[in-house]
């Protein structure tokens, strides 16, 4: 090959390599699970086509969790089957995370050593292990929205409309990643430069904070517009005050709170805790590491580089301290308070999540650190080659303190097909009269034979294209956190006093009661013998009953409540007018004085 072909030929960039990174990082951590098959464990549920309905939209009076992110898989899904749909954006958390801090480095071996840790931490499996994907994939748009920022911040031409752009696509993933991103944001675009900021430079951030803050409240409308309108016993009371102490940061490695949300773990359900980090050395050699490359940048002072690093190192720590709050003597009583008595504030009850823009700060550091690695082999005097080869092995350490996550954390996390049953009684509940459904044991997780029996939560209110009533109890190994709907709690008191259960059932809406005959229960939560009179359907392990027509329910909320959605229809518009308005200024800009 000529020399002038090899200067010619492309060369994979900083996003690039991240991207690869991250590729391969989610190929070794899923393994069997990218199969054919559905990944179905705690909160991870996806079917063959999630319909478009009111609690899709999150307009059926519930608390708005999952919108709009079950909006885009329910469209997705109609085009292609769910499973293929689980495994993209599984993949898509690993690959946009390793491109996205990848972005924020100088060099390739910084790139490729951040997005490493990015894409293998104690956060991402965590969180991949209870199902939490939405957060998961907003964790992933935070480094681009952190650049974004910073363009802005620099006073780049496209800074604005990409800011918007990933405001946006931060919005798609849910509540969790929206208010992560609205974080990262506001601090890039607030920390103070070198040099002061003039007058009119001030009023300059001052409408960029608008423009962000403008387009964020639209982007993120279909789900805070419905839960203004949710009933205040669905979002706050006794329920949520016992879920601060259930959902607070918890210690999975021997280093207490503050060393393992440092390491990036520190999840409440232990069931999901990573295998390995519980072992003293490893997880002490992690948190040596990543105090070793927040160290190593902070006495750098690479924070002064960019607004980018800066912004994101008070967000980290900001972060850092809302996941740790709860854990500490006083902060449980001011976490319970906010999340209690304030709109909005259970935001902040699983406050663990927040750890992942502390994350991301130490994925950054420690690109930075494995730089410097390089950069001192080649003052000692090695070659180019061997200084690149011993920053390349300080950049595996991830790897080597996080075994537990290779192979879909060996083997644990496979793929499975729904039973032929499922679909023969989605189709029979189809085709019969309107009405509600109730799935009974009433409990809220199952453990199915066909998913080697795993906790999952109960996949039916996915599956059936109507309304579907559930016990949405939490019930949790030291306690039982109640939940939100008022008619699962009338069902629940009903089964407790053994009252007219069938009473209770119709006053909710239901007409049809789909009985799991596969799953244990006992009579604190099995249906009464009195409602099983009339069967509609058989299938294995299913059986349907018909309790005759329920009552009529008063009508919902009117046309209003979609008002969210057009928000965020309305957001694309903000956007089209500000590329119209960037085009123009690289014009101006572009014109010889």
């Not at 307009?59 to 999952?66: F, H, K, M």
């Not at 089964?495 to 229960?521: H, I, K």
Request: hydrophobic fraction near 50%.
């Amino acid at each position: 090959m000529t020399t002038t072909a090899m200067a010619t030929r492309p060369r994979l960039g900083v996003r690039g390599v991240g991207a690869l990174v991250g590729l391969l990082s989610g190929v070794l951590a899923l393994g069997p699970a990218l199969r054919p098959g559905y990944l179905l464990f705690y909160d991870m549920v996806f079917v063959p086509r999630l319909d478009l309905s009111d609690r899709t939209l999150g307009v059926d009076g519930s608390v708005p969790r999952a919108v709009p992110n079950d909006l885009v898989v329910a469209l997705a899904s109609h085009v292609v089957p769910g499973w293929v749909v689980q495994k993209a954006l599984l993949l898509l958390v690993f690959v946009g995370v390793g491109a996205g801090v990848g972005g924020l480095m100088s060099s390739r071996l910084g790139a490729g050593a951040a997005a490493l840790f990015a894409s293998w931490n104690a956060y991402l499996a965590e969180r991949l292990a209870i199902g939490h994907w939405g957060f998961l994939l907003g964790y992933a748009a935070l480094p681009f929205l952190v650049a974004a920022a910073s363009d802005v911040h620099l006073g780049r031409a496209r800074g604005r409309l990409r800011l918007g752009v990933w405001t946006v696509v931060t919005a798609l993933t849910g509540s969790t990643g929206a208010i992560l991103g609205l974080i990262v944001t506001l601090a890039v675009l607030l920390v103070p430069t070198r040099s002061q900021p003039s007058g009119l430079r001030r009023v300059r951030l001052g409408r960029e904070i608008g423009w962000a803050l403008l387009v964020f409240v639209f982007a993120n409308a279909p789900w805070w517009f419905p839960f203004l309108f949710v009933a205040p016993s669905a979002s706050t009371g006794a329920g949520d005050s016992a879920g601060v102490t259930a959902f607070m940061s918890r210690a999975d490695t021997s280093w207490g709170v503050l060393g393992s949300l440092l390491t990036g773990g520190g999840i409440w359900n232990a069931g999901t805790w990573t295998p390995g980090r519980s072992s003293a050395v490893v997880s002490g050699v992690a948190l040596l590491v990543v105090l070793g490359c927040v160290g190593y940048a902070g006495w750098a002072r690479a924070w002064r580089r960019s607004p980018a690093y800066a912004g994101l190192a008070v967000a980290g720590v900001v972060s850092l301290i809302i996941a740790g709050a709860s854990a500490v003597p006083g902060g449980r009583q001011l976490v319970t308070a906010v999340v209690t008595d304030l709109p909005g504030g259970g935001l902040l009850r699983d406050s663990q999540k927040f750890v992942a823009v502390w994350v991301l700060l130490v994925a950054v550091c420690a690109g930075l650190l494995v730089e410097k690695v390089r950069d001192l082999g080649r003052k000692v005097g090695a070659d180019r080659t061997a200084a690149v080869g011993v920053g390349l092995l300080v950049a595996l350490w991830p790897l080597v303190v996080l075994t537990g996550l290779a192979w879909g954390e060996g083997g644990r996390w496979s793929a499975v097909t729904y039973p032929t049953s499922y679909t023969a009684v989605r189709d029979r509940v189809a085709a019969l009269p309107p009405g509600a459904v109730a799935v009974f044991p009433w409990t809220l997780y199952r453990r199915y034979a066909f998913d080697h029996d795993q906790v999952v939560l109960d996949p039916w209110q996915r599956l059936l294209d109507r309304r579907v009533v559930v016990n949405d109890d939490l019930p949790l190994s030291s306690q039982v956190v109640r939940g939100e709907s008022t008619d699962a709690a009338r069902i629940t008191t009903a089964l407790e006093r053994r009252t007219d259960v069938r009473a209770a059932l119709q006053a909710a809406g239901v007409r049809y009661v789909l009985v799991e005959t596969d799953q244990p229960s006992d009579p604190a939560t099995a249906l009464p013998s009195a409602l099983r009179a009339n069967p509609v359907a058989r299938e294995a392990g299913l059986t349907l009953y018909d309790l005759g027509p329920a009552p009529r329910l008063p009508a919902g909320p009117g046309p209003w409540r979609y008002l969210g959605l057009v928000g965020l229809a309305v957001t694309p518009l903000l956007l089209v007018r500000e590329v119209t308005a960037t085009r123009r200024n690289v014009v101006t800009e572009e014109l010889p004085a």
